[in-house]
Each structure stands twice: as structure tokens, then as C-alpha cells.
């Protein structure tokens, strides 16, 4: 037992003070006697014995002092634990090492069985569920529904990522302070309910692949294998390009030794290593990286050419695309729309606009052209790595005022300046790259391959497994994901693609339109071993507030003294 407010048992003090008014007030009743020699003798003797008899049998003085109880306990707020009967919230590990089969059928079944078990015998107010990924998630939110926290126990499934156990606590942790936290892994958590399942887990694994390009249309693959196994192993090694076998090699390696093996194989968009099963965890025998013939963001010019503008585009794109006289129903297509020296409304997508200034947007030209220096620079920005504008002299540049974005070079005026809102993204040049020094600057490129890549996002990159990314959707609304489990349509929202976690190890392409882009997900393998059943912590529990029950009381007690004191009352008047 414990109080919230413990001042209010200071209020305990008024029962003494009710006891002495009880025993100081006077009680007189009026009798009819014949004479009084005899009476005083009586009282004489009464007196003696009445400080006690004041006291006998008298029910309304006990309920007086109850009630002073009840109010002062309901002031201080009890607070009484009772084990189990709170909310509850379940974490289970979903991270690559619960594949493991060294637990039958496997260390995530045996768990999500116990978890299970767990929730069909357990007695609370609320359930809760979070799912120890990477990036942990509350897959059931506290529910006074059992069936619903069965349901999302039954659909959770094991990652090819990492698990943040601490985070996923953590996370259990802001559902409900006061809940008690079961976690199911392969490893425990001091301090909480810890299932553990499995032990050290020895394992033979690919850790990294490579490819990197050769003349003649070529690669080389390079494979890292790691044995993390107490026997020497022979481990056979097979390359695909593509899905289609490339090539077959072999790696020896002593306990704990790691070493790579190499193979030239045609050119491809993505390349895939496996080794033939070494122990109980299947998911690290694969890993797949992007080959070198990658696709290339598309872009579209439109306006007057600019052979430094284009000589640069094709040096980061594919193209580009020409377009004469402008016609937004076309840009949807592209990645990048690029417009130089046109002044159209934009629709959403992907723009770079060279000595353009939109009306549609929150900036607008001021004045004439005139020439200006660039003075300042961001360095935070992505548009502006490896890139410094310091000095750069444009002869002609159009000034501009914005009223919002975000200035990331300016001189007199601004020079270059950045948007994102509403499904529109645009980098502003207000002069052509012909009409300044810049082009004689190896950052000239750079700061175009930078735009390209903040304007379309990458079109292909390597991730570990458990991550997710958003893409801009430029002027698109639909797009379909193709992946190791099948193909999803997306929707955009908010001028994005926003993908599912890549849970699973493999190839990711992306299809909108004409616009592909590709993602290689390799799993995340982890080193080290997994530690061994530690003790249960001590029990949880919840705390059940009597407050408002003594409140009840102290006013039953207050109603039953009314009635005792109307009644006494009644008595004395007979």
C-alpha cells in the first residue's frame, strides 16, 4: 500500500478533536421526580463513572470517526498493487538471428508461441504489441480486445534486418509508463520478463558482395564469407547476374577467418551470392549488391539550347530528352523536367529551372538583369556537396525575391535557391550556366549531378534490410514495387512514394511511368553471441487507486450519521 498524497492523512488528527467535543457536550433531559434528597446522591455517584459511560454503545460517535477516516484516506489517495490485473504489453524479436532453426521449428516460432501462450492465459486491462525490428513498431496498440493482440502476434514474421530490443522497450514503454513488459527474443533484457530462445549461434555467412566495372562489358565480383563457426570450413560459392548463374568459386577458411574470393562475369543490373547451407541460420547464406549497367534518372529539356546545360545533363543522365515548345501532359515521364529561359506554370513533379521564374511559385523577379558574385553559400545543404560557388561570376542573372524555400547561394541577389512543397520539388538558377564563369569550374557537374539526385532521388542504392525510404513522385500518382515477396501498388501522398520497410533481403524495383529504380537489400549480419537465460526479473504490477472508493464511503458514512442523529433526535422527543 502506498499513497499518492500522503499529507491528506494528516486529517487523521480530526479524530481525537470529534471524540473530546463528544465527551464535553452536555446532555440533559428533562424528569419528573418527586423529590430530590435521593437524585443528588444519584448524580453525586453518576459523575464519578460518566467520562467512560459517555462512550458505551454509541454508534453515531463511531460513525463520526469513520467517516473523518474515510475522507482523510481518501485525501492521501491509496494506492494498492495487484499483480497482473494492468496492462500489458508484449515485444517480440523479429530480427534475422530469430530464423535460426537450432530452437524447432525455429527461435521466432517457439517464441511467438510462447508470447501466444502467454496471451491466452494472462489477466489485464489493456494488451499492447511491438515488434523489435530495426526500426521498432507498434504493430498493436493498447487494446482491451484479446483477440486483436492475438491477431497481430499471428502476423508478425522475421526480418532479414537487425532488432533494437532496447529501442522496442522503449517504445512498449510510452504505450503505458505503468505496464508490464514481456519480451520474447534471443537474448534478454535485465529488468523485464525475458523469454530467451537459443544460445550461441555459430554461423557461416556472406558478408559482403561487390561489383565493380570492366572494360568489354564486364564486372568483377568480389564475395566476402565470413566463418564464424569453431571447424574449418570448405564453403562453395555460386554468382548470379541477374537470377542466371555466372560463375562458381570456392573459399577455405579456418575458424573465425573471413576472406573473399573474385569473379569476372558479364555486366548486369544486380548480382547475387550464395553458399551452400553451413549451420542452423539459412537467411545469411545469400546477399545480393547492384551490378554496374545501372538505369539513369530521365530528363527533359525544354527551351533554347544551352550546350554547356546539356553537355553537363548527359554527363549525370540518360538523354536528355529534348522538348521545343512546352507541353506539361509530357513531363509526367521524366525524372527531371529541366526549363531554360521558359516562364510556365509548373505542375507537380521534378524541376530545374535555368534563368525561368514560374509564377506559380514563391519567388519572382525584381528588377533588371545585372551582374552579380556569388558571396555566400550554404554547407549543409545536398545540393551544394563537393560543391563550393564562392566567387563564381555570372555576367547576366535575373535578381529574385522569395518568399519562402530556402536561399542556398546568393551575391547581390539570390543565385541559387531550393523548393519542396506540394508534390513540387525545383532548384532555381536565375541565369544561364553560358552567361557566368561557372562552367569553368569542376563544380559545375557536381552541383548538376547534385540536383538531378535531390530533384528525382537516387535510382538505385544499397540498403540493409529493415530500412525504409520514400521517393518523390514527381507528376506521378500510381506506382507498382516489385520485390522478393511479390509486387505492391503504391499511391502518392504528399508528392511521394512512401515504400513499405524492405524486411526482406533481395532485389526492390520500383516501375512509375517510365521512371524505374532499383534497390539491392542485403541482410544485416550480425557478430558476437547471443547471451544465455538470465534470471526472470521481479514481477511488475499495477497500481489499482482506492481514492475514489473511500470518497464513496466517507459519504455513505455522513448519510448514516444523519439518520442515526434524526433518530436519536425522534427518541428523546418521546
Same mark, same amino acid.
Given at each position: 500500500?502506498?499513497?499518492?498524497?500522503?499529507?491528506?492523512?494528516?486529517?487523521?488528527?480530526?479524530?481525537?478533536?470529534?471524540?473530546?467535543?463528544?465527551?464535553?457536550?452536555?446532555?440533559?433531559?428533562?424528569?419528573?421526580?418527586?423529590?430530590?434528597?435521593?437524585?443528588?446522591?444519584?448524580?453525586?455517584?453518576?459523575?464519578?463513572?460518566?467520562?467512560?459511560?459517555?462512550?458505551?454503545?454509541?454508534?453515531? @460517535?463511531?460513525?463520526?470517526? @469513520? /467517516?473523518?477516516?474515510?475522507?482523510?484516506?481518501?485525501?492521501?489517495?491509496?494506492?494498492?498493487?495487484?499483480?497482473?490485473?494492468?496492462?500489458?504489453?508484449?515485444?517480440?524479436?523479429?530480427?534475422?538471428?530469430?530464423?535460426?532453426?537450432?530452437?524447432?521449428?525455429?527461435?521466432?516460432?517457439?517464441?511467438?508461441?510462447?508470447?501466444?501462450?502467454?496471451?491466452?492465459?494472462?489477466?489485464? %486491462?489493456?494488451?499492447?504489441?511491438? /515488434?523489435?525490428?530495426?526500426?521498432?513498431?507498434?504493430?498493436?496498440?493498447?487494446?482491451?480486445?484479446?483477440?486483436?493482440?492475438?491477431?497481430? %502476434?499471428?502476423?508478425?514474421?522475421?526480418?532479414?534486418?537487425?532488432?533494437?530490443?532496447?529501442?522496442?522497450?522503449?517504445?512498449?514503454?510510452? =504505450?503505458?509508463?505503468?505496464?508490464?513488459?514481456?519480451?520474447?527474443?534471443?537474448?534478454?533484457?535485465?529488468?523485464? $520478463?525475458?523469454?530467451?530462445?537459443?544460445?550461441?549461434?555459430?554461423?557461416?555467412?556472406?558478408?559482403?558482395?561487390?561489383?565493380?566495372?570492366?572494360?568489354?562489358?564486364?564486372?568483377?565480383?568480389?564475395?566476402?564469407?565470413?566463418?564464424?563457426?569453431?571447424?574449418?570450413?570448405?564453403?562453395?560459392?555460386?554468382?548470379?547476374?541477374?537470377?542466371?548463374?555466372?560463375?562458381?568459386?570456392?573459399?577455405?577458411?579456418?575458424? +573465425?577467418?573471413?576472406?573473399?574470393?573474385?569473379?569476372?562475369?558479364?555486366?548486369?543490373?544486380?548480382? #547475387?551470392?550464395?553458399?551452400?547451407?553451413?549451420?542452423?541460420?539459412?537467411?545469411?547464406?545469400?546477399?545480393?549488391? @547492384?551490378?554496374?549497367?545501372?538505369?539513369?534518372?530521365?530528363?527533359?529539356?525544354?527551351? &533554347?539550347?544551352?550546350?554547356?546545360?546539356?553537355?553537363?545533363?548527359?554527363?549525370?543522365?540518360?538523354?536528355?530528352?529534348?522538348?521545343?515548345?512546352?507541353?506539361?501532359?509530357?513531363?509526367?515521364?521524366?525524372?527531371?523536367?529541366?526549363?531554360?529561359? %521558359?516562364?510556365?506554370?509548373?505542375?507537380?513533379?521534378?524541376?530545374? @529551372?535555368?534563368?525561368?521564374? &514560374?509564377?506559380?511559385?514563391?519567388?519572382?523577379?525584381?528588377?533588371?538583369?545585372? #551582374?552579380?558574385?556569388?558571396?555566400?553559400?550554404?554547407?549543409? $545543404?545536398?545540393?551544394?556537396?563537393?560543391?563550393?560557388?564562392?566567387?563564381?561570376?555570372?555576367?547576366?542573372?535575373?535578381?529574385?525575391?522569395? $518568399?519562402?524555400?530556402?536561399?542556398?547561394?546568393?551575391?547581390?541577389? &539570390?543565385?541559387?535557391?531550393?523548393?519542396?512543397?506540394?508534390?513540387?520539388?525545383?532548384?532555381?538558377? &536565375?541565369?544561364?550556366?553560358?552567361?557566368?564563369?561557372?562552367?569553368?569550374?569542376?563544380?559545375?557537374?557536381?552541383? =548538376?549531378?547534385?540536383?538531378?539526385?535531390?530533384?528525382?532521388?537516387?535510382?538505385?542504392?544499397?540498403?540493409?534490410?529493415?530500412?525504409?525510404?520514400?521517393?518523390?513522385?514527381?507528376?506521378?500518382?500510381?506506382?507498382?514495387?516489385?520485390?522478393?515477396?511479390?509486387?505492391?501498388?503504391?499511391?502518392? /501522398?504528399?508528392?511521394?512514394? %512512401?515504400?513499405?520497410?524492405?524486411?526482406?533481403?533481395?532485389?526492390?524495383?520500383?516501375?512509375?511511368?517510365?521512371?524505374?529504380?532499383?534497390?539491392?537489400?542485403?541482410?544485416?549480419?550480425?557478430? +558476437?553471441?547471443?547471451?544465455?537465460?538470465?534470471?526472470?526479473?521481479?514481477?511488475?504490477?499495477?497500481?489499482?487507486?482506492?481514492?475514489?472508493? =473511500?470518497?464513496?464511503?466517507?459519504?455513505?458514512?455522513?448519510?448514516?450519521?444523519?439518520? =442515526?442523529?434524526?433518530?436519536?433526535?425522534?427518541?428523546?422527543?418521546?
Amino acid at each position: 500500500m502506498s499513497f499518492l498524497s500522503p499529507a491528506g492523512l494528516w486529517w487523521l488528527a480530526a479524530i481525537p478533536l470529534v471524540v473530546l467535543l463528544y465527551w464535553l457536550r452536555p446532555r440533559r433531559v428533562p424528569v419528573v421526580v418527586p423529590s430530590l434528597v435521593l437524585w443528588r446522591r444519584s448524580l453525586r455517584e453518576e459523575a464519578r463513572r460518566r467520562p467512560l459511560r459517555r462512550f458505551e454503545r454509541n454508534v453515531l @460517535l463511531l460513525v463520526q470517526v @469513520l /467517516a473523518v477516516a474515510a475522507a482523510a484516506l481518501s485525501l492521501a489517495r491509496p494506492q494498492d498493487s495487484t499483480a497482473g490485473a494492468g496492462d500489458v504489453v508484449v515485444v517480440l524479436d523479429v530480427g534475422l538471428r530469430m530464423q535460426a532453426t537450432d530452437v524447432p521449428p525455429s527461435r521466432f516460432e517457439a517464441a511467438r508461441g510462447a508470447a501466444l501462450k502467454l496471451l491466452a492465459g494472462l489477466r489485464a %486491462v489493456r494488451v499492447g504489441v511491438v /515488434a523489435a525490428a530495426r526500426s521498432p513498431r507498434v504493430v498493436q496498440p493498447l487494446t482491451t480486445s484479446r483477440s486483436d493482440a492475438v491477431a497481430a %502476434v499471428r502476423g508478425l514474421r522475421p526480418t532479414d534486418g537487425a532488432s533494437d530490443l532496447e529501442g522496442a522497450v522503449a517504445v512498449a514503454r510510452s =504505450l503505458s509508463p505503468s505496464a508490464t513488459v514481456y519480451v520474447f527474443s534471443d537474448r534478454p533484457v535485465s529488468g523485464l $520478463h525475458s523469454s530467451v530462445f537459443g544460445g550461441a549461434l555459430e554461423d557461416v555467412a556472406i558478408t559482403g558482395v561487390v561489383a565493380s566495372p570492366l572494360p568489354g562489358d564486364r564486372m568483377r565480383v568480389t564475395v566476402t564469407v565470413r566463418n564464424g563457426t569453431s571447424l574449418a570450413r570448405r564453403v562453395p560459392v555460386s554468382v548470379l547476374v541477374q537470377g542466371r548463374s555466372a560463375a562458381h568459386l570456392a573459399a577455405r577458411l579456418a575458424p +573465425g577467418q573471413q576472406t573473399s574470393v573474385a569473379a569476372t562475369v558479364p555486366a548486369g543490373l544486380w548480382v #547475387e551470392a550464395r553458399i551452400a547451407p553451413q549451420d542452423a541460420l539459412a537467411a545469411t547464406d545469400r546477399s545480393v549488391a @547492384l551490378g554496374t549497367q545501372l538505369p539513369r534518372p530521365r530528363v527533359l529539356m525544354v527551351g &533554347p539550347p544551352d550546350p554547356f546545360l546539356e553537355a553537363g545533363l548527359r554527363a549525370v543522365a540518360a538523354g536528355p530528352d529534348r522538348q521545343g515548345t512546352p507541353d506539361p501532359r509530357l513531363w509526367g515521364r521524366f525524372d527531371v523536367v529541366v526549363l531554360h529561359r %521558359v516562364q510556365a506554370p509548373l505542375p507537380p513533379g521534378n524541376f530545374l @529551372l535555368v534563368a525561368s521564374v &514560374p509564377t506559380n511559385l514563391p519567388v519572382r523577379a525584381v528588377g533588371r538583369v545585372r #551582374e552579380d558574385v556569388v558571396r555566400f553559400q550554404s554547407r549543409t $545543404h545536398p545540393l551544394l556537396r563537393f560543391v563550393d560557388l564562392t566567387g563564381a561570376r555570372v555576367v547576366r542573372a535575373w535578381p529574385t525575391r522569395p $518568399h519562402g524555400g530556402e536561399v542556398l547561394a546568393e551575391g547581390e541577389a &539570390p543565385l541559387l535557391w531550393a523548393y519542396e512543397a506540394g508534390g513540387l520539388r525545383a532548384v532555381l538558377l &536565375p541565369f544561364s550556366p553560358s552567361d557566368s564563369d561557372l562552367v569553368l569550374r569542376p563544380d559545375f557537374p557536381i552541383l =548538376l549531378a547534385n540536383a538531378v539526385d535531390w530533384l528525382a532521388g537516387p535510382t538505385s542504392s544499397q540498403l540493409e534490410a529493415g530500412t525504409t525510404v520514400s521517393v518523390p513522385a514527381g507528376g506521378l500518382q500510381e506506382a507498382v514495387l516489385h520485390g522478393p515477396e511479390g509486387s505492391v501498388r503504391l499511391r502518392a /501522398a504528399a508528392g511521394r512514394f %512512401v515504400l513499405p520497410p524492405f524486411d526482406r533481403a533481395g532485389v526492390y524495383l520500383l516501375e512509375a511511368g517510365t521512371v524505374r529504380r532499383v534497390w539491392a537489400v542485403r541482410p544485416q549480419v550480425e557478430s +558476437g553471441t547471443v547471451a544465455s537465460t538470465a534470471p526472470a526479473a521481479p514481477r511488475q504490477r499495477a497500481q489499482v487507486d482506492w481514492g475514489r472508493w =473511500l470518497v464513496g464511503l466517507f459519504v455513505a458514512l455522513l448519510v448514516a450519521e444523519w439518520w =442515526l442523529f434524526s433518530a436519536q433526535a425522534r427518541v428523546g422527543r418521546t
